[in-house]
């Protein structure tokens, strides 16, 4: 098998979609294989912050995506008793760059529909990976169909298939270097008339124990309710002090009667790193890649960016402008952008709503002080609203690794006589 004739992608999430779509779109073949019998229906991430956008508009599908979804007008971080700390309008922001909100399971539909119409692309479902393996000319994989087993080769096997990847575990094991967060993360979706309090479109509330956030994530009146609730306690639990905990965190302590309850799912959050996102022919992107709290939206933006960079590796490999070392390229700044840049983020995210002293929060938060000194200036808060999602600092141009480019630039060195 040649440098790049074929990518098989395991999972069809929004990332593996999202890259099948990058690659089919260049006539690439690829191959998607999806463990479970159709699109996981659950809404779970909503938030696409500005790196992510980027990525969405260049494939090609986000005006589809803000069609059905929306652009949040702004966020702000506020007491247990409503008050505002800090507020950020984000409608200065350039409309590329804007927050866009719909749940992962209506993107990964829209990115589906926008694959079928490309010849070299193919989606399985049913399909479960149960073994793996590589040699020096291609990948494998042994996967459980309805027809029974069947091994599919492919020049790379790209892992994106979430938390539990079966590809990052026949790599590694169970090793997934980092730590899980002691509160269970509660994730609720609810029809309740936040407007009618006066709520912004995203809000974060600051308190010890009381800590949650509310987002608008539909312009239906549907929003996300994510809260802690002590590690100690069951799953069932949680679940079971889900009105208690309304009642004493929503605005207006509403009663069950006054809102309505569509799903709610307690899960334990983590920050983790796989120890590489490349060996040999494969290749890890998103949560089989890496995990954060979604206080910000890190995990769902920086999987996509993700995508983006990986497509640029591979684009290069199959157009003959890099070799494979490229991919040695994208493991290494990958791992370090999640590192340096989403696992530190996402992290200060969710401690600061944990604040001991929310009355304090403008002397003890540097960037809630900045916030609210915004106010008074639309682009100061503009770009406090990007940087708070990490616009630049999830990006990398993989494509100046390609040779051409290279040679270009050599070339204008030398006549500029440097």
Request: with cysteine.
């Amino acid at each position: 098998m040649g440098a790049l004739q074929k990518v098989i992608i395991v999972g069809a999430g929004p990332a593996g979609l999202l890259l099948a779509l990058f690659l089919s779109k260049e006539k690439i073949p690829v191959h998607v294989l999806e463990a479970t019998s159709e699109i996981d229906a659950q809404p779970r991430a909503t938030h696409y912050g500005p790196a992510g956008v980027q990525e969405l508009e260049r494939a090609g599908v986000l005006e589809a995506i803000r069609a059905e979804g929306f652009l949040p007008k702004d966020l702000c971080w506020r007491k247990e008793d409503g008050n505002i700390i800090a507020e950020l309008q984000q409608e200065h922001i350039p409309l590329h760059s804007r927050v866009t909100s719909l749940p992962v399971n209506r993107v990964a539909h829209i990115m589906l529909d926008a694959l079928r119409q490309h010849p070299t692309a193919k989606v399985d479902f049913n399909c479960k990976v149960t073994r793996a393996g590589q040699d020096d000319d291609k990948a494998w994989a042994e996967v459980q169909t309805p027809d029974g087993v069947k091994t599919l080769e492919a020049s790379y096997i790209v892992g994106s298939d979430g938390a539990s990847s079966t590809i990052r575990k026949n790599l590694f094991g169970d090793s997934f270097p980092g730590r899980t967060w002691e509160p269970w993360l509660i994730a609720s979706n609810v029809y309740y008339d936040f407007d009618a309090h006066g709520w912004d479109d995203i809000n974060f509330v600051i308190h010890p124990q009381n800590w949650f956030m509310a987002a608008r994530i539909t312009k239906y009146g549907l929003w996300r309710v994510t809260y802690g609730e002590d590690g100690e306690l069951t799953r069932e639990q949680c679940i079971e002090r889900q009105q208690e905990r309304y009642r004493s965190m929503l605005p207006g302590n509403p009663g069950p009667e006054q809102y309505k309850v569509a799903n709610i799912s307690p899960y334990r959050v983590h920050q983790r790193c796989a120890e590489k996102f490349r060996v040999g022919r494969f290749l890890l992107v998103a949560d089989a890649a890496h995990l954060c709290n979604p206080f910000g939206g890190f995990g769902l933006t920086s999987g996509i960016v993700d995508v983006g960079g990986l497509y640029d590796c591979l684009s290069g490999i199959y157009n003959g402008l890099a070799d494979e070392s490229i991919l040695d390229k994208y493991d290494e700044v990958r791992r370090r952008i999640f590192i340096e840049q989403v696992d530190k983020l996402s992290t200060a995210n969710l401690q600061r709503v944990m604040m001991a002293e929310p009355d304090r929060a403008l002397e003890l938060d540097p960037f809630l002080n900045a916030a609210a000194n915004a106010k008074k200036d639309p682009e100061a808060a503009a770009r406090l609203a990007q940087m708070a999602r990490g616009a630049n600092a999830l990006k990398h141009d993989f494509r100046q690794y390609y040779k051409t480019l290279k040679t270009e630039s050599s070339a204008s060195e030398n006549l500029c006589g440097t």
